[in-house]
Every structure is written in C-alpha cells, then in structure tokens.
C-alpha cells in the first residue's frame, strides 16, 4: 500500500477556524435537516443585504467587454476610480500604477506576504485579527508575532507592546481599521503613535480598512495613508464585499502610497507586480462594479445611519449581551462585528473551541471562538451583527441559557 499523501509542512501553522472544524458540524446538521443560525461570517447577502442594482447593471451591461484578460493590475477605469477615491480620503500621491485590483482583499494579503518575507522574518499583526493576516505570513515563511489591543481602552492597540515586540526581524506592521473582530475604530491619535513607531524602525504599514465606511454613532475613519509621513511605505486594503455588499464578487484592491516609501520600495514593488501578472489578473466583470460603487450613491449610509438596519442591530448586540451576567462587550464603533468577554471568574472555560462546538449542539447557533482570532485566552467569542434584529435579540436569549448551565 502507498504511503498517505499529506499536506504540506508549510500549513502546519496555518489557521483559519472562521470556516474551521466547527462550521462542518454545523453543515452535517444541516444535512439532517436543522437550521443553523450562522453568526460565524461576515457575509451580507444570505441576511438579506444585496448589492445596489446600479452596481449589478453596470456589471451585466459590460459582460460582452468582460471576456478576455485585462491588465494585470486591473482595468484602467476601475484603478482610476480608486486613485480617486485616494484623493476623497485624503491619501496623497497614488498613481494609476499604485493600485493593484485582486480577486477580494484575501488573495491581497496573501500576495503582499509572499513578496515582503523571507523565512524567518516577523510582521506584527493585532491580537485580535483578522485570521488571515497570520495565516498568510506563516504561508509565506514569515513569523507572525502579535501585538494586544486593549480591552479597556476600547480595544485600542498597546503601543507599550508593539514597541516591546520589535526586533531585528521585524519587517512590517499590520492595522485592521475599522477592526474585526472588535469593532474599535482608531482615532487618528492612535494612527499616528503606530506610524512614528513603525517609521522609527523603517517597517513596511499594512492597512486593512475594509469597514471604512461602516461608522455608528457618527465616528469618523481616518486613512492610514493620510496620516504617515511621505518617507513611509503604506499599503491600504479595501474592497466591495462589506460597504457594497458584493462579497461574492472578490473584488478588491491594494494602494501603495508614500512618495519616498515607494522610491525605497522599488524592489518590493516588483515582486508585487510579479506576483500580479503570474495571477495574470483578477476577475473581470467584477471590476465594472468598482466605478459605479465608488463613485455614485453610498446606500451604505441608510444603513448605518438612525434608522438603518445595520445601526439597530449593532445596538441589540450590544445592549443584550451586556445584559448578560458575567457578559460584558465593549461598544462597536464600526464593522459588523462583536467580541464580548465571557469573565472567567463566571465561567470558567477552558477550551472555547469546544464552548462553540457545545453551543451549536444544543442551541443551532454558529459562532467563531476568541482564540480564532488569535487572542491569547479563551474569554471571548465573535457574534456577527448582520442577522435582522430579533433574530439577534433571540440569539442572545439562548446563547445567555446556554451560559446559564454551561460548565466544563
């Protein structure tokens, strides 16, 4: 008999428990014939929120055009759109030849990884993330090496941390602004004590702001781009999946901005649009949504505004889960998120991989546990905000019964 065939040793260390073990229990329920109500993925259209139709006509109408390869950094159109959607948020001096158009921000990261690291070397990423930031710099040989967001500051980044965590293999740091899995939204104060640290030790600023435009209770974004020095390289991630609700599309991008950054980056900068053109290049059709997205209606805010669905159901969120004894979650300022904090004196878990697996057996619900997301201690959970509001408020009421006669 052959000897089994394994995967290989650099996925020894990668890890993505948002679509994990878990979520294949929850789809042999299914199979069985029980609902789940998944809280575990950030994905706007199965809750109801579809893409605006001008996106989706402007897409179907540019089908015949759509059929071939275009340039490996994207259509000239769509790249000319978010040059100028850089001049809108104030991040000087990108270019056409700045922005580079991939299939989601997901194979963004993965790509700008690949061409930074070298074995060994470290990319400072949040406690909490975003998962895929650490999967990505191990994949790429790189080290992963996390830095704590504070809690009690509103889940603000530790600066103490980050400039303990420096070392001489230290090559980038990455930002997730609006964040997930918190909802924080850094004021700019924040940014630019990260930005003097990070130009200090000459390292590469990986901005993730794809909630950008996903703001309650009238908080303001401000780009990473638009704070740094013109000395520094940042490199900024969005996309349509969250404000436009075009997940399904995979179309995002990535802006080099920094005129003196890019000038010291040339070679970096290579091996991204090396990267790009063996890809040979991103979807397509999806690229004719980026125009209209950015540059007509923001429907966005009707939702997120008084009034508007997604507003409401971060409120029920929030309020029912601080309702809970022993619960308690720091208010979301933006995305589409919640992290609360499971006080360990109330319950005392020791393993929240089996607490998610527990919940989904006994009340359907799909949640993703806190050390998922690469924080240290099993305390917390992430509860996406997108279902309708009483089916949040419900799921609260069994998730807080479930913790009621919970023990391990």
């Known amino acids: 008999m052959n000897s089994p065939i394994r995967k290989s040793h650099k996925l020894d260390n990668v890890c993505y428990d948002i679509r994990g073990p878990v979520l294949d229990h929850a789809k042999r329920l299914e ?14 259209a199965p809750f109801g929120f579809e893409a605006p139709e001008e996106i989706l006509q402007d897409v179907m109408r540019n089908l015949p055009t759509a059929q071939g390869y275009c340039d490996s950094k994207g259509l000239y159109s ?9 001049q809108r948020k104030g991040i000087p001096g990108v ?3 700045d922005v580079f158009i991939g299939n989601g921000v997901s194979e963004l990261i993965v790509m700008a990884m690949q061409a930074l690291l070298n ?3 470290e990319v400072l990423i949040p406690a909490p993330d975003y998962p895929l930031w650490t999967a990505a710099a191990n994949l790429s040989g790189g080290h992963p090496v996390h830095y704590l967001c504070d809690e009690n500051a509103g889940w603000s980044p530790d600066i103490a ?9 230290t090559r980038a740091i990455v930002l997730i602004n609006p964040n997930n899995p918190t909802g924080a939204v850094y004021p700019p104060t924040v940014v630019k004590e990260i930005l003097a640290v990070a130009r200090q030790h000459g390292l590469v600023v990986f901005s993730d702001e794809i909630y950008d435009k996903i703001l309650y209770d009238g908080v303001e974004h401000v780009s990473t781009g638009a704070l740094a020095e013109d000395d520094q390289l940042v490199v900024t991630m969005n996309g349509l999946s969250k404000s436009y609700r075009c997940a399904g599309f995979r179309s995002g991008w990535m802006i080099l901005s920094g005129g003196l950054g890019k000038q010291n980056a040339e070679d970096f900068i290579q091996g991204l649009t090396m990267l790009a053109s063996m890809r040979l290049c991103a979807n397509v059709p999806a690229q004719h949504a980026i125009q209209t997205g950015l540059g007509g209606y923001q429907s966005i805010n009707d939702l997120i505004l008084p009034g508007g669905r997604l507003l409401a159901q971060r409120n029920v969120v929030h309020e029912k889960l601080n309702a809970i004894p022993g619960v308690s979650c720091v208010k979301p300022m933006g995305a589409l998120y919640a992290f609360p904090r499971l006080d ?4 005392p878990i020791h393993d929240d991989a089996q607490m998610v697996l527990d919940l989904l057996l006994q009340e359907r619900i799909l949640l993703v546990q806190g050390t998922a997301f690469n924080w240290p201690t099993p305390d917390h959970v992430r509860i996406v905000t997108l279902p309708w509001a009483d089916q949040l408020g419900d799921a609260i009421d069994r998730f807080a019964r479930f913790l009621s006669r919970y023990r391990q």
């Open 31 to 44: 199979d069985e014939g029980h609902r789940i109500l998944k809280l575990n993925i950030g994905n706007p």
């Open 78 to 86: 769509a790249r000319k759109a978010i040059m100028q959607e850089c």
């Open 119 to 121: 074995d060994g070397d």
């Open 161 to 169: 941390d980050i400039r303990d965590k420096i070392t001489a293999r």
């Open 344 to 347: 360990p004196e109330v319950y």
């Open 95 to 97: 270019g056409i030849e």
